[in-house]
């Protein structure tokens, strides 16, 4: 099974995931890293250089690569539900990492990542943008205040 894990930037995908990862026995892929690493540019400078479309254009094609995996857990980019058609791509159980705004603004400004679209907007004007597609995209939806609770509400839900 693969396992997706959606969220806004800083509701905690790769922490969860790592975390979860060590207890199904699942492999763990930050589809972030593994775009920086294939691209050999960070995602800030892929941004910078090519513009937002190619980088979501990398996404979808990235997940047609997972599509060849099996148990694995893949924390993806906060903006891979921007494209519809990945939904189609992510044909395991989706997860949305749901985290107030207010408690993602505090994360997102104790972080030293570089998040090109918060450089732009503030995370409450992108989570209203997003909202809706999160929903879309979710199997599952799990309340990421507290890891050790969201783990276990996990674990039930894939029984």
Not at 5 to 16: E, Q, R, Y
Not at 124 to 144: A, G, Q
Request: aromatic share 10%; hydrophobic share 35%; proline share 1%.
């Amino acid at each position: 099974m693969r396992i997706y894990l959606i969220g806004m930037p800083g509701c905690g995908k790769s922490t969860l995931g790592k975390k979860l990862s060590e207890k199904l026995n699942y492999e763990f892929i930050d589809m972030d890293n593994y775009i920086e690493r294939k691209a050999c540019m960070f995602v800030d400078e892929i941004f910078s250089a090519y513009g937002e479309e190619y980088f979501r254009d990398l996404e979808s094609n990235t997940l047609k690569e997972f599509l060849l995996l099996d148990n694995v857990i893949i924390a993806t980019g906060g903006g891979v539900i921007k494209n519809k058609n990945n939904k189609d791509l992510m044909d395991g159980k989706c997860i949305y990492l749901y985290v107030d705004t207010k408690e993602l603004d505090k994360r997102l400004q104790n972080s030293d990542i570089v998040r090109p679209l918060l450089l732009e907007k503030s995370v409450y004007t992108l989570f209203e943008e997003r909202k809706d597609l999160y929903e879309f995209f979710k199997d599952i939806k799990v309340d990421n205040s507290d890891i050790d609770v969201a783990i276990n509400k996990i674990m039930e839900e894939l029984k």
